[in-house]
Each structure stands twice: as C-alpha cells, then as structure tokens.
C-alpha cells in the first residue's frame, strides 16, 4: 500500500453502501458506476469529486486510474429466489463485473448479492482469473435489525483460496433477533423495492388503530444509512434505493479485514499447491493473530 489509502472503484453503486463503508474503513473511492439517474444524484451529492459514469457495459476500466478493489453488488433480479420461476426480465450483468476484474486485476474483489447457486458461477470465474476466494454470508439483523442475509464473494489475487477462506473464517450467519443495550426486539423482514404493496415478504407496522408501510426514515435506519442521505426524494423512491442497496456497516467491516490485512503486509500468502503443511499451519496462525483485534471490535 505504501502509506496511501487502498483505491476502489464501485460498481452499480445505487447509493453508495459499498462507498460509505469502504470510506469509513479508510480507503478512497477512485469512481462509481451507476444507470440509475436518481441514484447518481444522491452519489453526486455525497461524493460531488469522485469520477462517474452511468453504464457498466461502455467501462473498459482505465478511466479512474490504479485500482487496489473493485467492488459491488450486480443486479440480483436473475439470482434472486423471491422472483418467480419465469425469467427475469432484468439483465444479469456479473459477466461485466468479472470482466473489469480481468481487465484491471485489482488486489481485491468483493461482490454482493442475494444468496443463489450461482454465486458458485461467479465464485469459478473469479478463480480462473487468478483469485483466492472465499463465499460468506451475512446478515444485517444484527447490526440493523433487519433481516438481509446476504451472500458476498471476497478475493484476492494471486492468493491461495485456503489462506483467504482463513481470513474470514470466524464470519458468522444472523440470529432471528436483535440484541440493543435497552433489550432484544425481533428483527425486520428484508427491505424490498416496493413502496404500496401489501405482500407477506414485506415489512408493516400497526399503530393508532391501523395498518401501515414504513416510512422512509423507518427504512434509512433499517437499511444502515445515517439521517436524511436520501433527503428530498419521493418515497417511492426512497423505498426503491434501500431496497437494493448494500448494508454500510457489512462493507465496513469486510473493508476493515482488508486494509487491516494490507497494511500489515500480511499475509505471507501460502501457495496451496508447493507450500508444505507446517508451514501453512504457521501462516494460519500468524493471519489469526492480526485479524484478532478486527472481530473481537465487530
């Protein structure tokens, strides 16, 4: 790293969990891609010196300079289980993403998305690029209470997949509740892009007799967001940004793990295939020792 914070571009951005959790675990975005226009707009208000372009597809990858981590979460309507068993109509778009992986070799890879078979697809194509991977899922129940299980594809480059799977081994699904100083409360269901629908996957509370949605402050906190990011848009369009995005404090922790790594220069990265058992074993401990202090913080 060389005393310089570690660089990621962000990938279908929406607005920007990925981005905030990564500032907040001290590296600097170096770009953001985003189609949604009303998305951009809150990026741009956020981020009003950071390079933006609109269309993950038009990117060839050197337009914001080195890149240490590319990061994002792909469309998840053709992975998704809550769809039906039709197709999806929106564009399965991971073949871009991995293809910017290719194209710029980062050191690191994080991809978000929900949990689907085929996150194994993407999990093999990242390891034919040349990444050690490790697939773990977590879950915002207990940092927002609410319940988002969420699958995240971590790799580095050049790395054995063993040595990486270390690193994050003591990761660790959600409960079904919510512990807070003031007690335990059961968690929310996961936020969907849908502002009026009545639907069971959805979240509702009853107060003064009757029935009601959350409203977009509710849904700001429960997506992880601090107070009024999304200030002055409709709530429909509110719904639809939390609904998509990515959980600020995940990506945080996940970005702590990496800097925390890269800082250390550690790893000694074992090669899987030359490197005798004891001294993997020796390694595992050493990686063990430095990763100590993030997941006792988490």
């Not at 490790?134 to 609410?146: E, L, M, P, S």
């Not at 996961?190 to 009026?196: G, I, K, P, V």
């Not at 639809?240 to 995940?250: A, L, M």
Request: charged residues 20%; hydrophobic residues 35%; aromatic residues 10%.
């Amino acid at each position: 790293m060389n005393g310089q914070p570690l660089r990621y571009l962000s990938l279908f951005s929406g607005v920007g969990g990925f981005d905030l959790g990564f500032d907040r675990a001290g590296m600097t975005c170096a770009g953001q891609v985003e189609f949604d226009a009303a998305a951009r707009s809150v990026l741009e208000r956020h981020w009003p010196d950071v390079p933006r372009l609109n269309d993950v597809r038009e990117v060839k990858g050197d337009e914001f300079g080195s890149i240490d981590v590319i990061c994002g979460g792909d469309p998840c309507p053709s992975h998704s289980r809550a769809r039906s068993n039709g197709a999806s109509n929106s564009p399965d778009l991971s073949g871009y993403f991995l293809a910017l992986a290719g194209r710029c070799t980062p050191k690191w890879v994080v991809r978000e998305n929900v949990p689907s078979p085929t996150v194994d697809h993407f999990d093999a194509a990242l390891s034919a690029l040349g990444y050690g991977t490790v697939v773990i899922r977590v879950d915002a129940a207990k940092i927002t209470g609410q319940l988002r299980q969420r699958d995240f594809i971590i790799g580095r480059y050049q790395t054995a997949r063993q040595s990486v799977r270390e690193f994050f081994s003591d990761c660790q699904d959600g409960t079904g509740t919510y512990t807070t100083r003031v007690g335990t409360r059961q968690i929310i269901p996961a936020l969907t892009t849908h502002r009026t629908r009545y639907d069971s996957r959805d979240c509702y509370i009853y107060g003064a007799g009757k029935l009601r949605i959350l409203d977009a402050e509710e849904r700001e906190a429960f997506a992880g967001f601090p107070t009024g990011w999304t200030t002055g848009f409709s709530e429909a369009a509110r719904a639809k940004f939390y609904g998509n995005s990515v959980v600020p404090q995940i990506a945080q922790w996940i970005g702590e793990i990496i800097v925390k790594l890269d800082a250390a220069q550690a790893p000694e990265f074992v090669n899987a295939h030359n490197t005798e058992v004891g001294q993997a074993v020796t390694v595992r401990a050493k990686n063990r020792a430095i990763l100590q202090g993030v997941f006792t913080a988490v």
